[in-house]
């Protein structure tokens, strides 16, 4: 039913695929004008949400089934050799190196005891269900508190408006009143990208002029939202200051000034990570949550890259939920995370 609308509106064709920014925190050049356009997002809708996550994941799933199988190929039994190779082949998809030696010390164990490389296999899958496993937690009830307001947060170019997008209106599709607020306004771009996003997705928007204090803009958000009776507030934010210093203050000066309006809020602040961006991504994580404090993850880009192991790193060094994974560019492949059909999706 959540997505009985944006079908309707589905005109069918395949999005451009883009390539990911860099997801920096240093300066870089001046906004290209393309970033003031949204992609398309429609895409045909073919088999649902898990085809959609299995298509997604098909870079990484190269990798990990494709080799498996090779490894596995004319073989009886597990040698050394074999469980080498499986270690490796584990690292190349990002799954990380700390990560990937822990899985294997436990495959191994088991290994001695069950002989066929193909229960090999399901032990493997077994072991990162439950690493996955223990990351699952749903966001937070938005009916907890009215309105539920949403930080977002993250370097530049990972997703963070693309996500607000699609969640908002997935949100707006399911009956909910949602304000976007735009305070990235450090890029000049980037609070008519939201725009467009706002406008398509049917939510409300408040913005200021470019290069108004971000704070400000949050603040009036909160207060619209108040006013008109909305349900959800996003705020968007910038991912690139002059300095990480800067950013990160920025980011708190935020998070206290929406809280003098409304106490509590924000109720959650959304960490976006691009999956492309491989161990990196780790990193920013550890950084922002040190700084501005985390209550979930999304990882999007997931379709972008064969380094889809990454989801397993994030779930099991850094204990934060992650919420959500973006397989693509519609509004579909922005997904609530399942371990269990992502570990499906994989092999
Ligand atoms: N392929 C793919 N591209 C994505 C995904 N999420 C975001 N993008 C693209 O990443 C680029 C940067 O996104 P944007 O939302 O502007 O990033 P921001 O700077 O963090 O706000 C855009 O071209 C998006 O279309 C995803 O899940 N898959
Ligand atoms: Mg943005």
């Known amino acids: 039913m959540a997505f009985d609308w944006f079908k309707k509106k589905n005109k069918g064709q395949e999005p451009e695929t883009k390539q990911p920014e860099p997801a920096s925190l240093e300066p870089e050049a001046p906004p290209q004008a393309q970033e003031a356009t949204v992609e398309e997002e429609a895409a045909p809708a073919k088999g649902g949400l898990f085809a959609r996550l299995k298509r997604g994941l098909a870079k990484t799933r190269e990798i990990l089934t494709t080799d498996l199988e090779d490894l596995f190929k004319g073989k009886t039994s597990i040698d050394d050799q074999m469980l080498e190779e499986l270690e490796e082949l584990l690292i190349t998809s990002d799954i990380g190196v700390q990560t990937a030696m822990e899985l294997m010390k ?99 928007f408040v913005r200021h002029k470019d290069n108004a204090d971000p704070a400000a803009v949050a603040y009036d958000g909160i207060e619209a939202s108040l006013a008109r009776h909305m349900d959800t507030v996003f705020i968007d934010t910038a991912g690139r200051l002059h300095t990480k210093v800067n950013l990160m203050e920025e980011l708190k000066k935020i998070q206290r000034t929406v809280a003098k309006r409304l106490p509590d809020a924000p109720h959650e602040t959304l960490l976006v990570l691009d999956a492309t961006t491989g161990q990196n991504a780790i990193a920013q994580a550890k950084m922002f949550h040190e700084s501005i404090g985390i209550t979930g993850l999304a990882l999007t880009k997931l379709d972008g890259t064969a380094k889809g192991g990454i989801v397993v790193s994030i779930c099991q060094q850094l204990k934060l939920p992650l919420h959500y994974v973006g397989v693509g560019e519609s509004i579909e492949d922005l997904q609530p995370f399942d371990a269990a059909q992502f570990v499906n999706a994989l092999f």
Do not use: C, Y
């Open 106 to 204: 436990i495959v191994t164990r088991k290994a001695a005891k069950i002989g066929s490389p193909e229960a090999l296999k399901e032990v493997l899958k077994q072991e990162i269900l439950k690493l996955l496993d223990s990351a699952v937690a749903p966001p937070p009830p938005a009916e907890a508190h009215k309105p539920h307001v949403i930080m977002v947060i993250g370097v530049n170019g990972v997703g963070k408006t693309t996500t607000i997008g699609k969640l908002a209106a997935r949100r707006v599709g399911q009956g909910e009143r949602v304000l976007i607020v735009a305070a990235d306004t450090f890029r000049a771009a980037a609070t008519e990208q939201l725009g467009i996003w706002a406008e398509r997705a049917g939510a409300d």
